[in-house]
């Protein structure tokens, strides 16, 4: 029998068909038995069919035993005499190929005339400096002066110094060449792109902004959710994890695909190929915080994907050849909504809007947060862009170092979804505030009913008047509370009442700890490390069937009296709830 599998194995012996079966065949049987080898007379029941529901892609499934059922994604080549029957085609994989970038201007074009969501290239106020990408062996500065001019913008990820970046002292001499030795090579990519694509100017930070002039960098990154928003299209080096890596070229292949013959209705015979379905590689861009807000302000956009290249607009996200699409497992598409980014062509009603903002805005706090910044006091500043196109929005609400004032105090119940990172060593944000932290932050807990406290005042100071949405250097929160005296095991993530008594009703559901409560730490410091501590619960809000609130310690230097800073967040759904909202309230601060 042995002899028997390994001839029947034998890529030799076997057409593609049967090399496809007897790998499935033999996979199933090792799962499903733990054997090795099927007996000589084993049988099995095996289906085979095409399926295409709505418009996802063209399927083969096979089905073993009804229990294994394996599919593969179908598609074969423009020139095959298949391609009148099989519609799906594989990724492009030539990103800087003549039929890439005419397939790019097609996808712009389309946009700008079909799509209904995505507004039309405007002028707008161009920014202060771009690179002329007339002459891609020669680019030079170029003072816009305000005027109307059609320019692309680069996102991408930094990853190392760039030594060559703009200063005063360099800017003079790159107003008339900047030597291409000098750019790194994404840099060089995308002043390619941009010339090759017929548009004259490229904006990109590292030599449009005056990288050690503050003023400078303090005016233009307040403009740059402009620049973004301006750009006739944005080019995203996804794939490249430093800007020397440069990103025209395909650094990721999927699993070399199976070619079986298909035999087509007319009688001729093509080729079809199947790739096994997966989720497009995690890309460094998708890493990086400021890398989001370039993203999301973008009204259109080329992603140089590590696979293929892509195009993104407010309408869609496509491969440019229209091949199978697959987006980021993690972080999938995100887009502000209609009524954020183009309030003049939403439909939806007030109410509808309302609730969608609401989830966007969640959605981009949890992707925003869990992204990377290579200079962490940059938490407030690099989502600054967004922040101010949902302010367009909730115009008559107030921003507060990260916080929306109108959806106070259930927003302040925030907490860490992942293991807590070190407390940062500067401030940057008073301590209610998400943006005091670093590490991904889930907003699961914000609830906007049931409030049992009143915020009397809340307010930060904002680093810079040229932007107001970004670092601030004070902030307090004054509120009218129930506080309790609990006792908190931050490493076991635990809280009881302080000695110990167990809350009033518990019966066979309340944990054998004698807990009444969870708790998530806000940052790694030193009074979460103490195996127990004393530490005041401050109730916010109450559900059906638990009290919310945010744990605080006492602030103890001189003349703060009733002050106090958050070092996490909690739930009691084993407290006697009665009892611990009949507690007076009282009027303290928070820093």
């Not at 740059?224 to 395909?250: C, P, Q």
């Amino acid at each position: 029998m042995d002899n028997e599998i390994k001839h029947l194995l034998s890529i030799n012996h076997m057409c593609e068909w049967c090399d496809l079966l007897c790998d499935e065949l033999l996979f199933y049987y090792r799962h499903a038995t733990k054997a090795k080898q099927p007996p000589g007379n084993q049988r099995f029941r095996v289906a085979v069919q095409f399926q295409r529901h709505s418009e996802r892609p063209l399927l083969l499934k096979l089905s073993i035993e009804n229990s294994w059922a394996p599919s593969w994604h179908v598609y074969t080549s423009p020139e095959d005499h298949a391609a009148r029957y099989i519609t799906e085609r594989g990724v492009l994989d030539k990103v800087d190929s003549p039929a890439s970038y005419l397939l790019a201007s097609q996808r712009i074009r389309e946009c700008e005339s079909q799509h209904i969501r995505c507004p039309r290239p405007v002028s707008a106020t161009p920014p202060t400096r771009v690179i002329d990408c007339t002459d891609p062996t020669c680019p030079r500065l170029f003072i816009t002066k305000g005027a109307s001019i059609q320019y692309a913008a680069l996102s991408y990820v930094w990853g190392e110094e760039q030594p060559h970046r703009t200063t005063q002292s360099r800017f003079s001499s790159y107003t008339k060449r900047i030597n291409t030795a000098y750019i790194p090579k994404t840099i060089r990519d995308a002043i390619k792109v941009a010339h090759t694509l017929n548009i004259k100017y490229l904006w990109v930070d590292a030599f449009c902004i005056i990288q050690d002039s503050r003023d400078d960098k303090t005016k233009e990154i307040a403009l740059i959710r402009t620049i973004f928003r301006n750009a006739y299209i944005t080019i995203i080096a996804a794939n490249a994890s430093k800007v020397s890596d440069g990103f025209l070229h395909r650094s990721f292949l999927y699993n070399t695909p199976s070619t079986l013959p298909f035999n087509c209705p007319d009688g001729a015979r093509g080729k079809m190929y199947l790739q096994s379905y997966s989720g497009a590689p995690r890309e460094p861009v998708n890493t990086r915080a400021w890398c989001l807000e370039e993203r999301v302000l973008s009204t259109r956009a080329l992603w140089y994907c590590s696979h293929t290249l892509q195009y993104e607009c407010q309408t869609a996200h496509v491969n440019i050849d229209g091949s199978q699409n697959m987006a980021d497992p993690m972080d999938g598409v995100p887009r502000l909504p209609d009524c954020v980014f183009t309030p003049e062509l939403s439909a939806l009603t007030n109410q509808e809007a309302e609730k969608t903002v609401e989830a966007a805005w969640r959605n981009m706090l949890g992707l925003y947060t869990r992204r990377a910044l290579t200079k962490p006091r940059d938490r407030l500043l690099a989502l600054s862009g967004v922040a101010e196109y949902f302010h367009r929005f909730w115009h008559i609400s107030k921003y507060i170092a990260g916080l929306w004032e109108h959806q106070m105090p259930g927003c302040l119940l925030w907490y860490q979804s992942r293991e807590p990172a070190p407390r940062p060593n500067q401030y940057r944000a008073p301590s209610w505030s998400w943006a005091a932290v670093d590490g991904e932050i889930s907003s699961a807990a914000v609830t906007y009913a049931g409030a049992v406290c009143t915020v009397l005042d809340c307010n930060a100071e904002p680093k810079s008047g040229l932007n107001l949405y970004g670092e601030v250097t004070t902030g307090v929160l004054v509120v009218n509370v129930i506080l309790k005296q609990m006792t908190w095991a931050p490493a076991q993530g635990e809280l009881f009442e302080t000695g110990g008594i167990l809350a009033n009703g518990a019966d066979d559901s309340h944990p054998e700890h004698g807990e009444i409560g969870y708790t998530a730490i806000d940052a790694a410091e030193e009074v979460t490390t103490l195996s127990r501590l004393e530490v005041t619960a401050a109730m916010l809000a109450e559900t059906e069937r638990t009290l919310l609130g945010i744990l605080l310690v006492p602030v103890t230097s001189a003349g703060t009296r009733d002050t106090y800073r958050r070092v996490g967040w909690f739930t009691a759904p084993f407290c006697d709830k009665s009892a611990w909202l009949g507690s007076p309230h009282e009027v303290i601060n928070i820093v």
